[in-house]
Each structure stands twice: as structure tokens, then as C-alpha cells.
């Protein structure tokens, strides 16, 4: 079944990088993505990697992509207070239709 | 701006009450979407529609029900709220096709619904 797992809660403080992971089980997700959600808001999409690639990188984002054991992790480089937000994982299954993770809640203290 | 609005942005509901979550988006997009968002428990996929008049369920359909008469619309039908109901609503929609790339979903900003 598909099944996307991410732990709930990173803290890191402001300058530091910042790690979130997240394993998924379809093994036929051709893009991968990466979305944000601030306090009271939608979800936005911050990046996404296709399912052949290793890593992708976007000014302060890298996405890595280790397919053998479907983890996906997203690095945040420098990371600021306006940073601080859920981050959802999802993973397309099949026509459009988007699986999404738990949620990581990153926390980033001054 | 363009984008995905949804209203109301917040409701409470009596249990047994229903009432129609609305969901509009001016940029065209064919496939439009409704979740469900639980604390520790992600974004759950109620249901989908692909285009005017095709809908579709998801994986928490019961309760729900969807019609799409326009491409613009995707309104949300609560038939009896129950408190097991309680929860963020969001809409999304995206282009259609078969290029991937597309399922880059916009978001609106959510109703909170509480069912007391």
C-alpha cells in the first residue's frame, strides 16, 4: 500500500543546516515532492525530483533521493526563523493523485 | 490574485447539521482536490475530480459528497456532520495531464471546521 512516513519534529537552531527525511513505498512514484505549510496557511510547493535523479539543488534546498531504499531527505542550508513551518513529503502514486507525509515540524530558535 | 479560495475560513457545526465547503480557482487547472488534514496524520485525500463533471473518491470518502458542474468549482458537502469531522479542510488544484511535472498542487488557505 502506499505509505509515507516522516518524524514529527526537528529543532535547529538559526545559521545551522537542517535535515528532513521521509520514506516512501510506492517504488513506481515517478516525482517526488517537497511542500511547506506556515501557521494558518496551505501548503506551498518549495521543490520536487523525479524519481531518476540523485539530487536536485535550489539556491538554499537540496533534495536527495536514495531510490534502493526509498528515502527522500530535505537539506535546508543556513537555516533562518522564517524557515520555521511543517514540511510535507509526497510522493505521485498514479494519475495526479498526491500521497502525503505526516508532516515535519521545524522549529529553528535565534 | 489568482489561486485556489476557499470559504468559509472557519465554521462550527452541530452535529447532524450539513453544509458546503466552497472551493473556486481562476487558473484553469482540470484536476481539483479536497483533504483533510488531522494532527500526526498528514494530508488525507477525500476526493478528486479531473475535470467538469468526473469526481472521484478518495480514502476517506464517507461523509462527503462532491459534484464538479464547472471547471472553476469544486465545492465540499458535509450531509450530517458528525465530531469525527472536526478538522482542517483543504482544497488544491493542479494542471492535468500526463506529464508529472503538472501534479504540483496549489493550495488554498483551508476552512477549519469544528463539529461540537
Given at each position: 500500500g502506499e505509505d509515507v512516513e516522516q518524524s514529527l519534529f526537528l529543532s535547529v537552531r538559526e545559521g545551522d543546516s537542517s535535515v528532513i527525511n521521509c520514506t516512501y513505498t510506492d517504488s513506481s512514484s515517478t516525482y517526488l515532492y517537497w511542500y511547506k505549510q506556515e501557521p494558518g496557511a496551505g501548503l506551498q510547493l518549495l521543490t520536487y525530483i523525479f524519481s531518476n535523479m540523485d539530487m536536485k539543488q535550489d539556491q538554499r534546498l537540496t533534495v536527495l533521493l536514495n531510490k534502493k531504499d526509498k528515502h527522500l531527505s530535505l537539506r535546508i542550508a543556513d537555516t533562518q526563523t522564517g524557515d520555521s513551518a511543517i514540511y510535507f513529503c509526497a510522493e505521485s502514486?498514479?494519475?495526479q493523485k498526491l500521497v502525503f507525509g505526516t508532516g515535519t515540524r521545524l522549529l529553528v530558535s535565534p | 490574485n489568482a489561486g485556489v479560495t476557499q470559504t468559509p475560513k472557519f465554521q462550527v457545526l452541530k452535529t447532524g447539521q450539513s453544509m458546503t465547503l466552497q472551493c473556486a480557482q481562476?487558473?484553469?487547472?482540470?484536476y481539483m482536490s479536497w483533504y483533510r488534514q488531522d494532527p500526526g496524520m498528514g494530508l488525507r485525500l477525500i476526493h478528486y475530480s479531473v475535470g467538469a463533471g468526473i469526481t472521484d473518491q478518495g480514502e476517506v470518502p464517507n461523509g462527503y459528497n462532491v459534484s464538479r458542474s464547472t471547471t472553476e468549482d469544486f465545492p465540499l458537502r458535509l450531509l450530517s456532520a458528525a465530531p469525527s469531522q472536526t478538522s482542517v479542510y483543504f482544497c488544491a488544484s493542479s494542471y492535468s495531464g500526463s506529464?508529472?511535472?503538472?501534479?504540483g498542487y496549489t493550495f488554498g488557505s483551508g476552512t477549519r471546521l469544528t463539529v461540537v
Open positions: 502514486t498514479g494519475f | 481562476d487558473m484553469n487547472h482540470e506529464n508529472p511535472i503538472n501534479y
